[in-house]
């Protein structure tokens, strides 16, 4: 058995391979690629034998793991955070990365991080694009209100029919009006392309299989959850059931609260804002709209500040109890029920 470390970048990739020799690790070959020529890459690995291959989970592994990963015995990918030894190395090159993957897949001791389904990226490119629109939105919006206060003219409903006459009849300068108008034309765009990417999401959500079409009907039921919430959650999570429990999901989501502990003596930090900020994003809004409409939701909000002494914190443990709420929800297969929180 062989053991190949990669170190992959946009335009190359470093291979290590390792073999174990009288029970002594020993390097066999080192090789440097381009990622454009795939089929001497895929020629080396053909080559290769029976082995095993380890690659970091940066941004642009998976047309590299589709390549090769018929003729691998097992491939796995690393989570670059938790593989310290390389981000904090003195000695620091793409050989040196290549070895040390290598080697720690020899030993077993990569720490392993989530490769998504084909369907979970799809909905993940969906889902942040559709999210990349709406601040792009929130941004024009922002930046019209701000030239119509130049002129002390911002009102209440700016951007609805009237507001809009509004805009046009303000006595601007020749520049202002300019870049009005194109903001205008680019806030227009914008919103056609979120309808484009809302009716995508309609699309997707109706091809989706048994289990996805459960999880989207029991998010559903719970209040203030809409479509792109549920969108939102499912997709940044994928399947809850490969978390293996709530502190672990909280923990994804970067709601857990970070600890630093030395000498017996420990101090609770802010969140971590580890994992995903945009499923923590999600959770907080809903988790807001919950407090201001809900009794339930309110009451916990209320006690969580008057012990917290602080709104941000007592929303951010309303948006962690939320969560372990959904989590609990979607491993179990249970409709959304007062009394669960």
């Not at 020799?21 to 080559?47: G, H, N, T, W, Y």
């Not at 030239?147 to 029919?161: E, Q, R």
Request: net charge positive.
């Amino acid at each position: 058995m062989k053991y190949v470390g990669v170190d992959l970048h946009k335009q190359t990739i470093s291979v290590c391979v390792m073999a174990e020799v009288a029970q002594k690790r020993k390097v066999e070959q080192r090789r440097s690629l381009l990622c454009k020529d795939v089929q001497a890459i895929r020629r080396f690995f053909e080559e290769l034998g029976t082995f095993r291959v380890v690659v970091e989970a940066t941004s642009s592994y998976e047309w590299f793991l589709l390549l090769i990963e018929d003729l691998a015995d097992r491939c796995v990918l690393a989570h670059p955070k938790k593989l310290r030894v390389i981000a904090e190395s003195k000695h620091k090159s793409d050989k040196i990365d290549a070895q040390i993957l290598a080697e720690f897949l020899m030993l077993d001791m990569i720490p392993e991080a989530y490769r998504p389904s084909p369907r979970v990226r799809q909905h993940r490119v969906l889902v942040r694009h559709r999210n990349r629109v709406q601040r792009q939105i929130t941004k024009m919006k922002c930046q019209l209100r701000h030239k119509a206060a130049g002129y002390n003219a911002d009102i209440v409903g700016l951007f609805s029919t009237r507001g809009l006459i509004h805009l046009a009849k303000i006595a601007m300068s020749h520049a202002d009006r300019f870049e009005c108008r194109a903001l205008q034309d680019q806030l227009e765009f914008l919103q056609q392309q979120l309808k484009a990417a809302d009716q995508e999401l309609r699309v997707f959500a109706q091809t989706g299989p048994v289990a996805e079409r459960e999880a989207r009907a029991i998010l559903a039921t719970v209040p203030e959850v809409g479509p792109v919430t549920a969108d939102v959650i499912l997709s940044e999570t994928a399947d809850v059931r490969r978390f293996r429990g709530a502190k672990r999901i909280v923990a994804y989501a970067g709601l857990d609260p970070a600890i630093r502990e030395s000498a017996g003596k420990s101090k609770q930090l802010s969140i971590s804002r580890e994992g995903s900020p945009l499923l923590r994003w999600a959770l907080i809004e809903t988790a807001w709209r919950l407090v201001r409409k809900t009794t339930r939701w309110r009451r916990l909000f209320e006690r969580l500040w008057a012990s917290t002494g602080h709104k941000k914190k007592a929303i951010v443990g309303v948006a962690r109890r939320l969560l372990c709420v959904l989590y609990a929800m979607l491993r179990d297969g249970r409709a959304y029920r007062l009394a669960a929180h």
